[in-house]
T-cell receptor
Framework: ETGVTQTPRHLVMGMTNKKSLKCEQH?????MYWYKQSAKKPLELMFV???????ENNSVPSRFSPECPNSSHLFLHLHTLQPEDSALYLC????????????FGQGTRLTVV | AQKVTQAQTEISVVEKEDVTLDCVYE???????LFWYKQPPSGELVFLIR??????QNEISGRYSWNFQKSTSSFNFTITASQVVDSAVYFC????????????FGTGTSLTVIP
């Protein structure tokens, strides 16, 4: 138990569906992140939020839409995804954005059909 | 540019053997941080260690040890007397002072410990 909880753990969705991934951290951290992990590739940083403000958007397609209502919760809204978006999506949190270690959730295994 | 290379894609060892996972990094930052994470089959990345660029002292934690050498830009990880529970994918990561907390991960090394 790392203090970062992601739901759902598995998700299968069609290309026309709309779904959301949820992440919650109980560590009192101020920064939260979304990463994408595809097979045989390095983890890709998607979004960074620090004190609820988005500070990084690494050229992520608009079919991925993040939301951070408070420092403890982070969402990733998905719509009209493509099969190549199938991956493990990992949420992480850290105390701040000054090179402190990040704590990761167990991820959501997303399959787009 | 920031880059982390883990040249070993997959390693298999027999239980109780020692194993070293290699990590080579590139950075232009003078101050940076190196990390190792473990990803068991359950999926989450488990933090193992963080070192800053000014601290080249080797570190030992139980069966785990880390060898940081700036001269060769390497941060290798050794597991002594491996156990089946050590089977996982291990990631090395780099974070620089000019990149906020953006981690640059290697592609990971999949370790299988055979009983």
């Amino acid at each position: 138990e790392t203090g970062v909880t992601q739901t759902p753990r598995h998700l299968v969705m069609g290309m026309t569906n709309k779904k959301s991934l949820k992440c919650e951290q109980h560590l009192g951290h101020n920064a939260m992140y979304w990463y994408k992990q595809s097979a045989k590739k390095p983890l890709e940083l998607m979004f960074v939020y620090n004190f609820k403000e988005q500070t990084e958007n690494n050229s992520v397609p608009s079919r991925f839409s993040p939301e951070c209502p408070n420092s403890s919760h982070l969402f990733l809204h998905l719509h009209t995804l493509q099969p190549e978006d199938s991956a493990l999506y990992l949420c992480a949190s850290s105390q701040d954005t000054t090179n402190t270690e990040a704590f990761f959730g167990q991820g959501t295994r997303l399959t787009v059909v | 540019a920031q880059k982390v290379t883990q040249a070993q894609t997959e390693i298999s060892v027999v239980e109780k053997e020692d194993v070293t996972l290699d990590c080579v990094y590139e950075t232009r930052d003078t101050t940076y941080y190196l990390f190792w994470y473990k990803q068991p089959p359950s999926g989450e990345l488990v933090f193992l260690i963080r070192r800053n660029s000014f601290d080249e002292q080797n570190e030992i934690s139980g069966r785990y040890s880390w060898n940081f050498q700036k001269s060769t830009s390497s941060f290798n990880f050794t597991i002594t007397a491996s156990q089946v529970v050590d089977s996982a994918v291990y990631f090395c990561a780099l974070s620089g002072t000019n990149t906020g907390n953006q981690f640059y991960f290697g592609t990971g090394t999949s370790l299988t410990v055979i009983p």
